[in-house]
Structures are given as C-alpha cells and as structure tokens.
C-alpha cells in the first residue's frame, strides 16, 4: 500500500527494459494492475531495438507509443544506447542514474540477472547500479536530472526465464488484464506480423499470444489463478500481516 501520495510527478513505479516491447511481455500485466491501483507509471527502454532484423527504430518507436497508451502507463522514454551492444559501462550506468534522479521511481523492475540474450542481462546491471549510483550524494549529474534518489525497492522479472529454473520470490495476478496485456504486445507489428520471408526468424503473433498464455497461465497455476507473472528479489520480505497472505491454499 502506498505510505504516503508521491510527491508531484515523481513515479511509483518505473519499468526498465533493454528493447521496446521487452517490458510488454515481461510485466505488462503488473504494469497495467499498478496503474488501475492509482499508481503512476513509468517505462524506460534503454535501446530502440534498432538491431532486430524486422522493423526501423522509427516504426518501433511508433509502436512502443501506442503499447503504452494501451497499458495506461504515464510515461515512458528511450535511452537510445546501443542495442545489442549494451555493455555495462560506466557512461550507460550513469545516463540511468541520471534518468533515475529525474524520474523518482519508488519500485524500479528489471529483467532477471541471469538471460540468455547478454542485453538483457546488461540491462539488468546497468538498472541495478544506475538506481544504486542515483542515490550518492557526491555523485554530480546533469542540473537537469535533479536531487539525488534512490528507488526503495528493485524487482526483477524472471518471465524469460524459458526452463522455468527460477522459483519466484512472487507472483502478480494479472488475469483481468491478460487481454489488456496482449493488446499492448500487439503494437509491436513489425515483430510479430508480416511477410513469412524470414522463416525461423519470423514470430507470428498468434505464437507469441500462445507462448505468453502458456507462460502466464504456468505462473498463475503457482498461486491458484489463471495468469501471472513471476518476479524476485535479492532481500528478503518483511511480511506485517502473515494471516493475510494470498495464494494457493495447501
Ligand atoms: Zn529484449
């Protein structure tokens, strides 16, 4: 629950992905589900994907606008680092923190440290420690990006995890908006429709609609619903109320 009303435009939670549709389809739902609890909500996509075989960046850029408006969230906004050259150096750590002190975040999400695509986990990286670097008080960004801050919490989202190898710290349900969800994944035309001329590099949508169903629907069976999507964390919970925990009943 929210302790207090954020200050002005400041984001409760800020989602932080290395490609434009990553944030879709790895915490879109929960996205979506912060926004109908009255929480601001923010998107940052550290690259503009423009090393994807299919579609321009301007065409992603596009697409990502309209996934936003269809999420709800209040903001979101490109980094432009370079995509699959995402390295986590010090510069690409520092543009972050910047973007964290002008945001305010209160929960930052991230992809999952360990990923089979190194921008992913990169992207991780550089998250972690731009939101740990924001917070110094030494540390001298742009005038621009304002007072030093740092995000209470860092969630990370292990739905790429394709083995299923990580057990979640939780789970978020997000079945009354997994079509909402899916809406938003399918503004990304330039990736999951069009000509079958790439075979085998091509996605049609209704295999992405099937993969996300089967990887929602895994995650909500953890906790007793029919979707959700899975995250962890390095601490540990504090837990005030142990009577009021939710899930699936033994
Ligand atoms: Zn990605």
Redesign the pocket.
Known sequence: MPAKKRTNKALDVLAV???PD?VELTCGGTLIHCVKQGYRVGILDLTRGEMGTRGTPELRAKEAAAAARTLGVHHRENLGLPDARLEPIMEYKLAVAERIRALRPRVVILPYWDAR?P??SHACQIGYEGCYLAGLAKLDLSAAAGRPHRPHKVIYSTMYDADFRIAPSFVVDISPYFKQRMRAVACYRSQFRGPQRQRGIYIPLTGIEQRMATYCGYFGQLIGVAYGEPFVLREALQMDDIVALQGLPL
Request: negative net charge; glycine residues 14%; charged residues 30%.
């Open positions: 992905g290395a490609h990553d695509h921008d992913h």
